[in-house]
């Protein structure tokens, strides 16, 4: 029910007692004086607490306390990073789904908020139906690398290559259901090679093997990716985006490479709770979106690949439909099932 803008105190007709027109005027006066300032109070009204569900020091965590930072010094209001850690960042997601809708309590992820439910047996929400979409913080391609070692210098030759040793060509992922992974599996179908996917724990760990030869190739984010092409001990083949980076403009693209029409996306997004006020949910967008568009932040994300969106949230839940579907699709054209 509605407060209404202005109080009013009923006066009792000069018949009743004086002390029950003065109780009346008071318990009036009392009510003014706590409903206007209630429903009158910006968003937002207290400490804003945004969950990064995987341990600090990562991707996710940085861009999260990136965006923190700047939502902080816009809206003059303590903005906290609550690193919440666990079960492929579901713990965290599903500890914002039940947090009160008011907009203090949200959620920045990465897109395998979206691929968990396809790959996982078992996820405690929705990640559609129980999540107020906020904005689209920022989306990249990743990197397509090999060993240097390997005799290819273009992905047609690496396909060749996979296609005259079937089985024996090994792609390293950070973990099973991860952007990279799903990348890699769109790669085997759409390139028909059989390739070996060898799921490890981390970024670090796998890219350490691809640079140890162990394993032949990888696709991972230009965050991971990028410092080892740079320093030599991997080389990059191609980028799995729709167009060229401006940072690897000489780099083409999968598409270009051989497989029209290949593209896949790592990519940041905040959701609040679900049935979030229309209000919270717009003024964060638009914080979110002036934050992304001050220099240091852009080119921050610039240098790791990625491009800044801020996209509205009614624009990230149609495209949180089309992420789904194509996941859904890779997932079961593959038959990947995670336990």
Same mark, same amino acid.
């Given at each position: ?51 990064? !569900? ?41 500890? #914002? ?36 979409? #906020?904005?689209?913080?920022? $989306? ?30 090994? %792609? ?48 991972? !984010? ?39 029409? %290949? ?36 080119? $921050?994300?610039?240098?790791?690949? %990625? ?8 624009? %990230? ?11 859904? $699709? ?10």
């Amino acid at each position: 029910m509605s407060m209404p803008s202005v109080c009013a105190v009923r006066l009792l007709p000069w018949s009743q007692p004086l002390a029950a027109f003065a109780t009346a005027a008071l318990l009036g006066a009392a009510w003014c004086a706590i409903a206007v300032p209630a429903a009158a109070q910006p968003f937002p009204a207290r400490p804003i607490r945004i969950v990064v !569900p995987y341990p600090p020091g990562g991707a996710v965590d940085a861009v999260g306390r990136m965006l923190a930072q700047r939502l902080q010094e816009n809206f003059g209001q303590t903005v906290l990073v609550d690193n919440r850690a666990g079960a492929s960042g579901t713990i965290g997601s599903e500890f #914002v789904a039940r947090a009160p809708a008011d907009g203090h309590t949200l959620l920045v992820n990465a897109s395998i908020h979206v691929i968990n439910p396809h790959v996982l047996k078992s996820v405690p929400f929705d990640a559609l139906r129980d999540f107020t979409p #906020v904005t689209l913080i920022a $989306r990249g391609p990743l990197l397509f690398v090999i060993n240097p070692a390997l005799p290819a210098r273009t992905v047609r030759e690496f396909i060749a290559l996979a296609k005259r040793q079937p089985g024996a060509m090994t %792609f390293a992922t950070s973990s099973l259901g991860s952007a990279g992974h799903l990348a890699e599996e769109q790669f085997r179908l759409q390139s028909a090679t059989a390739l070996t996917i060898v799921p490890y724990k981390g970024s670090g760990p796998a890219l350490a093997d691809v640079i140890g030869g162990h394993v032949m190739a990888m696709i991972d !984010p230009v965050l991971s990716a990028l410092p080892h092409v740079q320093s030599g001990r991997l080389r990059a083949l191609a980028v799995t985006s729709g167009k060229r980076l401006a940072i690897l403009p000489d780099l083409p693209t999968v598409a270009e490479s051989g497989l029209p029409g %290949f593209e896949f996306y790592s990519w940041y997004g905040m959701w609040g709770p679900p049935a979030m006020p229309k209000e919270a949910t717009q003024v964060l967008q638009a914080a979110s979106a002036r934050a992304l568009r001050q220099g240091d932040f852009s080119e $921050r994300l610039g240098a790791q690949g %990625f491009e800044p969106v801020g996209s509205s949230s009614a624009d %990230f839940a149609q495209f949180l439909q089309q992420e789904s579907a194509l996941y859904s $699709r890779i997932v079961k054209q593959a038959k990947i099932v995670v336990d």
